[in-house]
């Protein structure tokens, strides 16, 4: 996961003006989001380690939105 952050990373250095910072935005919004989704996703862990029973529900939750948001900005960047 690190290793795609760091090709995205070189790609918004290599384009400037306007487009260079929507894409910069989008990248901090998208490693925001990811961070936020990995919290949510230890939370759950923690929930399903005291036996609450929707912790399985969150995690399924966590895991289905880091696939989304991450395709999302790969499919944005292929069409590029």
Do not use: H, P
């Amino acid at each position: 996961m690190i290793v795609v952050n760091l090709s995205f990373a070189t790609l918004a250095l290599a384009q400037s003006g306007l487009e260079g910072k929507i894409n910069e935005t989008i990248l901090d919004l998208v490693r925001i989001i990811n961070i936020l989704i990995v919290g949510f996703v230890a939370w759950s862990g923690f929930l399903i380690s005291k036996g609450d029973s929707s912790g399985v529900t969150r995690l399924i939750y966590g895991v289905v939105g880091l696939i989304v948001v991450n395709a999302s900005y790969l499919i944005i960047n292929y069409f590029k």
